[in-house]
């Protein structure tokens, strides 16, 4: 445990943010360092209490309660996505987890410790009613090749429609809640070590985000987009496999708390209604790999152009952070935008993903390798919704990760001096990819990712962002507090890399910038206009 002087308490907090309008209460909340050579200083890691976050349902009502003197409230592995909050967030006891601690402690990731409770009110809108249709687990079709992977399975599905007893008296939406978070790696706050540049510092303050309560996302889209291509409405109920239910991790290893473990009842259902989503409005043709129109030189041209242009050169944002502009050829970008279009229109696929009270996330999701269910912040073979066991990832996916953390390893080379590239950021070959796709009016707040394995994440195995499409704002920074994150622009073809120190870094998307994806990119894939996110992560 830290000695209590290394911890002060600060003024209270006052979180609240966007459309979804979640407040969290006034809460006093202490700095503290687990690390005695940063002290209370500057680098230590505000984390205050109240923050927002995706929690899972149990924990929300956990979070009422009185939080005691821990640093770590919660074991620090849940990967905690939120839909709009933009302000900041707590610990959640994790029960005196004092390995867990000591693992923190000897990466240098500072913990803090929260003395009040975590409750909030968050008020959200449907954005949209939803289409159904029946789906069964019939995509398995679609999944060439792969392997079932035995794990344990089973997360509690909500049952649509009804009422939730752990929410009672608690009005949540669908981000921003109480949380758990990890605070970040100590030398957050160290500028990037190739920074030429000026880092933009952005200003998205409530009354800005006020403005994403706009039109509803279908703004601007043809309406067969949602749940109504006729292939998909003739697919079988009982087409493919569900999910089996095995008491075992991908990677052989026992179960991890993060890993659900419990058969979902809603999944004997045999008719699971699901609002399918499809990033692309026409069926398109198998890629070949070969068009005149957006071959590889077209893209080396754009890209050399490109380099010439500030920001627009591969760079280090901070240690374990590379930024590797358009990456990607376009020829990838429009076989990944194809084969997520395949692989996310059936079961298992893609789903606008939300809570049973109703409150929804600005963007649509797809998992492969592993579900991540928003609700429990845990991952299964199983799909919040449908039941069905995402589809693998593609091996051409893995491969452009490798090349991009090798890409990621030279450049940081140039700057170490001697020191092991492997340290700062270290390889990392997945078995989850997080699948988002945002219409214009998507968005995603400040959030760490960290429901993968503690190992994982004390590792800091990094996380592997593919950005396709319009262009987004992406916010980075030591805690969640959007006046003080760092602004990037990723692009159509950028990858992103956070591992290492950054592993935690609290990040989030406010907005996506219209008419930015490459034309031929839309034009060749029929890909609605927005934006395909593409996670990759080791469980
Ligand atoms: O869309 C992005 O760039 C970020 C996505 C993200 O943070 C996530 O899926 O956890
Ligand atoms: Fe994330």
Redesign the pocket.
Known sequence: MLPPSSCRTIRPYLCRFSSNACYSREIPVRYCSSNSKMGPGKNAVPNPSGSCSRPSISERSHESQKNNQMYIKKQPTA?D?QTTAFGEKGFSKNGGDEQAMQSLASRGIQSVQSESSNVQNCDYEAEYPPLSVNMGCSSKGMNLGRRKSEIDLGSKRRKEGTGSPELAGLKIGNIGSPCEEISLPMQFGKKAMNSGRRKTRIDLGSEQKKGDIRSPELEGLNISNIASPCDELSLPTKFGKRATHREKSPSGRSQSRNLASTKSSNCSDESVKVDRFYICNHRIREFDGHNDSINESNWQNRMEMDATLEGNEHRVLRSGMVLLKHYIALPDQIKIVETCHNLGKGPGGFYRPGYKDGAKLH?HMMCLGLNWDPQTRKYSKEHPVDCCEPPDIPNHFSLLVQGALQEAHALIKKDLRGSNVEDTLPTMSPDIC?V?F?MNSGR?GL?Q?RDESRESIYKGLP?V?F?IGHS?E?LYGIDRNVDKAEKVL?ESGDV?IFGGESRLVF???PSIVPDTAPKALLAETGMHPG?L?L?FRKF
């Open positions: 990967h996505r963007l997080i988002n945002y995603l959030h990712d996380v962002s950005s987004a992406f990723l992103l990040h989030g998307v934006r996110n996670t």
